[in-house]
């Protein structure tokens, strides 16, 4: 918890952002801000309303100059909604301060510098890129100001996204710029029609309610799957929530239900019923097919995902004869998508259901040399299974945002592989992991890949090789 305070502070010039979408500034004494609504180049006069260890939180007063690199947010809910943070920053801009802030944590966390530094590979679509969105009903949305001062009566039923730092609102989406059509036609007619029809929403608060959480996932091809979280069980009421949609768009072609009354909405643990069409989607990536369920990672944004396994396979360089791991591997796409390269590939992943679909898209698409073992990867992944499995000459290793556990780093620097590509979606943890790695290996290159337009957001892809 930060101090609160109010102090102003005239002419600061924005030299930065962070991946919360905040500007950043630094005062004559190098005292550091974090300031709203502010993008690099703004020159502004701020309120100060909170102090922080290392930094001040603060808010525009006056622009005394506007960066030229400022653009016009398309989406109504910019500033409100806790996603799309940095819409009001140019996309070149924003490419630009991503691989700075890249080149900032493997320089500063991980003391690693890399031989080549290659340009970020900017995304084709900055926006409707996504494959997967997942909106929250609720009983007691966030108002507007206008809503709050108008005299009308406003409902509080909403469909959208958490507003930020009040886990108990919902800001209701109109229109959301990532994810294709019918998208947000899903969305508004299904809150309207559950509205019209007298179907209770969620409180999160009292644990109580009917609709509680809605799942929109889609393929490159158009094919869309829905999936409508219930809190309690009602079947007269679930016939009219899942009918209405089959029924209006036809391009649904997995529709799919679940009653969930745990404390939390998350799905790993839920029995999820067919209402109508297939269990899941299936998207293609070159000649590959993967099976996507509901409960399936896959990359929100299948066009640059293509562009990051293509980068993933060129540094690799797979000769045919090699034995490699791909670890933290999902379902399989990575490891599916080199295959053909190697003589064996092997994935481990913690979630069971995950390693189910891999092994159906791997026997789908005729690959018989992927193999791929469920289970925690810092105990999973010791001398038994490289026993079992051969030592590897090449690694991919893709972990979750905290990066990889020290006893896995520890584990790849006694397999001593020839080479390792490391896939993360946080350069911080990535670059932790590095300064570790150094002791056997050598940061060869980098190459940020942008599939998060909008957001701090980055991939970033490391090759190292072995001293």
Same mark, same amino acid.
């Given at each position: ?38 993008? /690099? ?84 679509? /900055? ?52 994810? =294709?059509? /019918? ?155 080199? =295959? ?17 679909? =891999? ?46 556990? /020290? ?61």
């Amino acid at each position: 918890m930060g101090k609160k305070i109010k102090r102003v502070v005239e002419g600061l010039e924005v030299t930065d952002i962070n991946s919360k979408g905040m500007g950043v500034a630094k005062d004559a004494s190098k005292a550091v801000y974090f300031i709203k609504n502010t993008i /690099p180049g703004d020159l502004v006069d701020v309120l100060v309303y909170k102090k922080r260890r290392g930094y001040f939180e603060a808010e525009p007063t006056a622009f005394i100059k506007e960066s030229p690199h400022r653009v016009t947010p398309p989406c109504s809910h910019f500033g409100l909604c806790g996603g799309c943070k940095w819409q009001h920053l140019d996309y070149a801009q924003q490419l630009q301060f991503k691989e700075k802030g890249v080149l900032q944590n493997l320089y500063k966390i991980g003391k690693v510098t890399p031989q080549k530094t290659l340009p970020i590979i900017a995304a084709p679509d /900055p926006y409707w890129y996504r494959n997967k969105l997942e909106f929250s009903f609720s009983n007691n949305r966030w108002l507007t100001p206008q809503e709050i001062q108008s005299d009308e009566q406003h409902h509080r039923q909403g469909l959208g996204f958490h507003k930020p730092g009040r886990w108990d609102k919902i800001i209701s989406i109109q229109q959301c710029h990532l994810q =294709a059509d /019918p998208s947000n036609e899903i969305r508004n007619a299904l809150l309207a029609y559950a509205i019209a029809e007298n179907i209770s929403f969620y409180d999160v608060k009292k644990q109580e309610g009917f609709l509680r959480t809605l799942m929109i996932r889609n393929t490159q091809a158009g094919d869309f799957m829905v999936l409508v979280q219930f809190f309690e069980s009602n079947s007269k009421a679930e016939e009219k929530i899942l009918s209405f949609l089959k029924n209006t768009f036809p391009q649904i072609s997995s529709l799919l239900y679940c009653i969930n009354n745990k404390p939390n909405d998350t799905l790993y643990d839920q029995d999820i019923k067919v209402y109508a069409g297939e269990d899941h989607l299936v998207e293609s990536m070159e000649a590959l097919n993967f099976k996507i369920t509901a409960k399936s990672f896959y990359q929100t944004n299948p066009k640059q995902a293509h562009v990051l396994y293509q980068l993933v396979r060129e540094w690799a360089d797979l000769k045919g004869s090699e034995v490699v791991y791909d670890l933290y591997t999902g379902t399989g796409t990575i490891a599916l998508f080199l =295959a053909s390269q190697c003589k064996k590939i092997v994935g481990i992943e913690a979630i069971p259901e995950a390693v189910e679909d =891999a092994q159906f898209n791997a026997k789908n698409n005729q690959i018989d040399n992927a193999f791929f073992e469920a289970g925690d990867m810092k105990s999973l992944f010791n001398e038994d299974f490289i026993k079992q499995h051969g030592k590897p000459d090449v690694i991919i290793t893709d972990p979750p945002r905290e990066g990889m556990h /020290p006893k896995v780093v520890q584990q790849l620097l006694q397999l001593n592989a020839s080479t390792i590509v490391y896939v993360s979606c946080n350069s911080a943890t990535q670059a932790r992991d590095l300064e570790l790695l150094t002791a056997h290996y050598i940061v060869e290159k980098s190459q940020a890949v942008d599939l998060f337009p909008q957001t701090g957001h980055v991939e970033n892809v490391v090759l190292l090789k072995r001293k």
